[in-house]
């Protein structure tokens, strides 16, 4: 057997690989200074600034001179700043009697607010959205008519102290409610009484203390509600621990039965009457919304459960759909539910479909309701098996 050994001169490669590098790079330059200086650039750039203007609603006689483009930026920003009026509040010019209460600022040329808002105490809605304003300033107090405050996608990083301290609608609320259990002579105890803020800011300012009967309400951040634990971003993870611990322990007693000799549908009968209402409780609110690393550790109890009893069981997907068709059935069904009329709402006019409501955020989208409703028209022809009868027609309800 032989062998040919080949010899290569790595210096040659070398060589050879950089002249080619560099005749490319050369190349590449060449293209470059060919484009800087070509005319077809420079209408690309016109064109480019003269739609951008047109977008701003900038009138041509100032960016056309004797024909020509007239290209600076600062006309732009010179524009934008003598505006005050944004392309959200143009929308609104055919509501002159609410547009005026209403103040909108948008677009990142904004580093602080104008001057003459604070003579406007008038104005019932702030929108400022997409701006590199950092600080709102004190005299937004003076705004005693505020009702809306929309300060989305801004660099806001910190809040007034008025505003936590004037939230006058949230404590006349309490009030009123306190008011009327002394009537009803009810009486509230504070010591057991908890506060939790829907807050879903990632850095969200401390709020002052609720004071019921001269007692301040401890603000938590979590609460069990009728066996189900919920939190002040709405996310399930300590309720779904709380049920994996709870399934875990009535497991070893179902293990224990089949040591005891428990075999067959005595067995199953336990299984569905003790470990599994520990496992789905409350599956109906919280089985859309659960993560899939969530879902998978429910999961592994129900396998668990099943080689016990030496046969098959449904998943915990399984089990959530069936329950939230179910109930979305008896919500149908019944018309005293406070849900009734806006399900019904929903019926589509051309079939026996929902309609799914919009939904803004992933939160909202895989809540009961819009969950329910995708349920609910996958079902094809079964469908027709949960509406109303009908004398209950699918229409939208008076508001009077």
Known sequence: MTFEVIVVNISQIRGIWETRVKKYRDRCKKEKERLETSALQKIKQEWSFMLECRNKGIPQSEYLKNGFVDTPLEILDTHLRNSSISKWSASKEEEPETSKFIFSLCGSEWQELPDYLKEQTYLKEWHINKTLIHTIPDYIQTFEDMNVLDMSQNKISSLPPEIGEND???????????????????????????????????????????????????????????????????????????LHRRGQSRLHLLRRLRAFGVRGA?????????????IFFGIVCW?????????????????????VLGGPLDTVQVVAERRTLCKLKSILENSS???????????????????????????YRKSFLPAAIRLFNKQGPNRSNLLPPPNQSLQVPSTD
Not at 215 to 242: F, M, P, Q, R
Not at 288 to 307: G, M, T, V, Y
């Open 266 to 278: 005595l067995l199953k009968t336990f299984f569905n009457s003790v470990v599994a209402p520990a």
């Open 287 to 307: 089985g859309s919304s659960i993560s899939a690393r969530e879902r998978s550790r429910l999961d592994k109890l129900i396998r668990k459960a099943s080689s």
């Open 337 to 363: 539910h406070p849900l009734h009329e806006t399900v019904v709402a929903l019926g589509s006019i051309f079939s026996d479909r929902l309609l799914h409501p919009k939904c803004e955020r992933e939160r």
């Open 168 to 242: 006058r609608e949230y404590k006349e609320l309490i009030r009123k409610f306190v008011d009327w259990c002394q009537r009803n002579h009810l009486r509230i105890n504070a010591g057991k009484t908890k506060e939790m803020v829907m807050d879903f800011r990632k850095h969200s300012p401390p709020s002052q203390p609720v004071v019921i009967h001269g007692t301040d309400i401890e603000a938590v951040k979590s609460y069990k509600y009728l066996g189900v634990l919920l939190n002040n971003k709405l996310e399930w993870a300590e309720n779904i621990n709380a």
